[in-house]
């Protein structure tokens, strides 16, 4: 009797002892996944962050060429509407426009209708943000 209960008690300890050690395991490799995802999400973010930030200076550089044709300044003309559909044309932007320094949206190229065309051009965009700082000679990226 002695030894049918020294045998259950024994195999008893020897569950709670392998029971503890499968959840520590289990605990630990799951801290380890963590650790291991949270690495690999980083890492993806920062080379996400990185091919953004190369595509942004890209994009920056051909706005900044594009704003060095004398036709761009040239308010309101045909001119200066050939010169926008060039640039879209030419560039991975689907459409562009002009503000003047007054903040009149002087001339835009885009997918819009005529009538939404006509609304825009001559409209203020002074209190826009994207305005104001190019005006304070700032880049200004809105959200997507």
Do not use: W
Request: aromatic share 8%.
């Amino acid at each position: 009797m002695q030894i049918k209960r020294a045998f259950l008690v024994s195999i008893l300890v020897i569950g709670i002892v392998l029971s503890a050690a499968v959840f520590v395991g289990f605990q630990e490799y799951k801290g380890t996944l963590y650790e291991h995802e949270q690495t690999g999400v980083d890492h993806t973010a920062e080379h996400v962050g990185s091919t953004l930030e190369t595509q942004l200076s890209s994009l920056k550089r051909t706005v900044s060429i594009a704003g060095t044709n004398p036709e761009m300044g040239d308010h309101g003309s045909a001119a200066q509407r050939r010169a926008l559909e060039t640039f879209v044309e030419r560039s991975e932007f689907a459409g562009a426009s002009v503000i003047a320094a007054n903040g009149t949206m002087t001339n835009i190229v885009s997918n819009v209708s005529e009538e939404r065309r006509d609304a825009l051009v001559g409209a203020d965009f002074s209190d826009r943000t994207y305005y104001r700082r190019a005006m304070n000679g700032t880049t200004y990226v809105s959200d997507p």
